[in-house]
């Protein structure tokens, strides 16, 4: 009998074991939350990849440094169009969403927003290169491609505007969304003289592989970039968390790096 039952509690460690492995494992899970990220779908190098596609660019390899340091989330991401993401955001379809975003009044109310920047927008003048336009003054008197009405590009130049009264630009608002390597081509065949933009949609990548005569200006305003986040109780906590990690990377180096890997140049230095 005495062997009987040492053989029986022989047998049953294992399956305590297991059990007890299971439930960890099953608490592990739980404990781990999955935030489901749109990104941008069609910002070469900042980000591209559509639905179904894995994201890749500057801000996909930024979340990725995050989530490392964040190890009690799982972060999923999938590419979305620019309205996609926001209304997306809103009705917490995403947890987040990133897509070089500025701080903004009003975005600020409708979502949460880490207080740490995921990098720097550098707004340009894209040209063609025998019209030496090197600054906003040099617009005067150019027709300009029109610009989403209420995005940032507006928003700077009408600040702008305001700031230089005697250096009247003439600037129009537009909702026709055509993507900016067909704008590009449009300064290129002499439609338009210049077009402004942030730097990190990959304007100079379209600019090389088209062999177009375009030239981008120096900056003309510096904007930090900004993750977006679902407003609720439950992601305070998140974008506290996503704040303090990309203060560590911004630290340690990392956004330095891969701001050289896919910009060419250290955007990050820019930072404010």
């Known amino acids: 009998m005495p062997a009987f039952k040492t053989v029986l509690r022989r047998l049953a460690l294992p399956v305590a074991v297991t059990l007890a492995m299971t439930a960890a494992g099953a608490s592990y ?3 781990v939350r999955t935030i489901k990220i749109a990104t941008a779908a069609e910002s070469k190098p900042l980000s591209w990849g559509a639905i179904g596609v894995e994201p890749q660019g500057y801000e996909p390899d930024v979340l990725k440094a995050v989530n490392a340091k964040l190890p009690q ?4 991401m999938e590419g979305a169009a620019d309205i996609a993401q926001e209304t997306g955001l809103v009705t917490g379809k995403y947890d987040m969403a990133t897509g070089g975003y500025y701080k903004a009044p009003a975005r600020s109310k409708q979502f949460l927003i880490p207080d740490s920047p995921m ?3 550098l707004m340009k003048i894209y040209s063609r290169k025998d019209d030496k336009i ?7 008197g150019k027709k300009i491609v029109p610009v989403t009405a209420g995005g940032g590009v507006y928003k700077f130049i009408t600040q702008w505007q305001q700031e230089n009264p005697a250096d009247k630009i003439d600037i129009k608002a537009s909702s026709a969304g055509i993507p900016y390597p067909d704008r590009l081509k449009e300064v290129q065949n002499g439609k338009y003289d210049a077009l402004i933009l942030p730097s990190n949609l990959g304007e100079q990548t379209v600019i090389d592989n088209q062999k177009l005569n375009i030239v981008a200006s120096e900056p003309v305003v510096i904007n930090n970039t900004y993750a977006l986040i679902h407003k609720s109780d439950e992601n305070k906590v998140l974008s506290d968390d996503i704040s303090k990690a990309l203060k560590e990377l911004k630290e340690d180096g990392t956004l330095d790096k891969l701001s050289v890997k896919w910009f060419g140049e250290d955007v990050s230095k820019y930072i404010k």
């Open 134 to 140: 090197v600054d906003m003054k040099s617009l005067v």
């Open 119 to 121: 990098g720097a927008s």
């Open 73 to 76: 989330y799982k972060f999923v």
């Open 29 to 31: 899970a739980e404990s």
